[in-house]
């Protein structure tokens, strides 16, 4: 049996009444198996209710090996067979790696703090990179199957945002 991911709500990159004026929420696997995610709303504006994407937080892929005719997107290390030495390799990237530069700067920051973002192990800070890479190519690029929600499903689906999120300050308060 494979381990079901149990999502904690980490962050919020939105507005605080996600249901109304949309959000950017970051959510952690606490089973340590999935990686973090992003569930993105975006309100309708003429209509009632709004759409909502999910967008997986993982590092991004870069300089992947595969042989012609395959489709191995793996980023371990290609031993290769006998029989395919003498084949010719392709390198694949993901496909919005090469743009990072003019995202970078289309958000007044640098490419190397993009990537710093990217590959770091905080979820907020994955969160902020991926809302930048989202904010140029549109939230559909990475969900091509949103989900519809009406006003009243949005409204209960994201009334506890605020209030976990008011825990978690609470919490990290004590702590201190």
Request: hydrophobic share 35%; net charge negative.
């Amino acid at each position: 049996m494979t381990n079901q991911p149990n999502w904690e709500l980490v962050g919020n990159l939105g507005d605080v009444n996600v249901a109304d004026y949309g959000g950017f929420l970051i959510y952690r696997d606490t089973t340590g198996v999935y990686p973090p995610e992003a569930e993105i709303y975006e309100p309708n504006e003429n209509e009632n209710g709004g759409i909502m994407y999910r967008v997986i937080l993982d590092r991004p892929r870069f300089r992947t090996l595969t042989a012609p005719g395959k489709s191995n997107f793996s980023h371990y290390r290609v031993a290769l067979p006998a029989n395919e030495r003498n084949v010719t390799w392709y390198w694949y990237n993901e496909w919005f790696v090469d743009k990072l530069s003019s995202i970078a700067d289309s958000c007044g920051t640098t490419k190397f703090k993009l990537l710093r973002l990217l590959f770091s192990e905080s979820p907020m800070d994955r969160g902020m990179a991926y809302q930048m890479i989202v904010g140029n190519f549109g939230p559909y690029e990475f969900d091509q199957y949103p989900v519809t929600l009406t006003e009243r499903e949005a409204q209960k689906r994201y009334k506890y945002v605020t209030v976990a999120l008011c825990a978690r300050l609470k919490d990290s308060a004590v702590a201190d």
